[in-house]
Nanobody
Framework: VQLQASGGGLVQAGGSLRLSCAAS????????MAWFRQAPGREREFAAH????????SYADSVKGRFTISRDNAKNMVYLQMNILKPEDTAVYYC????????????????WGQGTLVTVSS
């Protein structure tokens, strides 16, 4: 299983970015997918997850209302639309996959991408 995240970059506060994650995995539609992030000097934290069908999503309080997770099972892709970005959103963003249903516990995710850096300037 390979997960390839992309779309990171430098953006000003208030701006938007869209992250993408391409999954090389059989039966992609059976996995819960998620985005986690790790800021410099901090532990990795949950950002958002989406159920196998895309019908259920969940967000960390810190991103709720600003970020939207989505998936395209026909293309084996998951996305994170990030709006109204803040300097505190600066982090390496990782996509992850699990066979567990709708969990925000990173320890239960089996597969991880390499991460993509998002930097938000003030």
């Amino acid at each position: 299983v390979q997960l390839q995240a992309s779309g990171g970059g430098l953006v000003q506060a208030g701006g938007s970015l869209r992250l993408s994650c391409a999954a090389s995995v059989s039966f992609f539609s059976t996995y819960t997918m998620a985005w986690f992030r790790q800021a410099p000097g901090r532990e990795r934290e949950f950002a958002a997850h989406i159920s196998w069908s895309g019908g259920s999503t969940s967000y960390a309080d810190s991103v709720k209302g600003r970020f939207t997770i989505s998936r395209d099972n026909a293309k084996n892709m998951v996305y994170l639309q990030m709006n109204i970005l803040k300097p505190e959103d600066t982090a390496v963003y990782y996509c992850a996959a699990t066979t567990f249903a709708r969990t925000s516990n990173g320890r239960l995710y089996h597969y991880w991408g390499q991460g993509t850096l998002v930097t938000v300037s003030s």
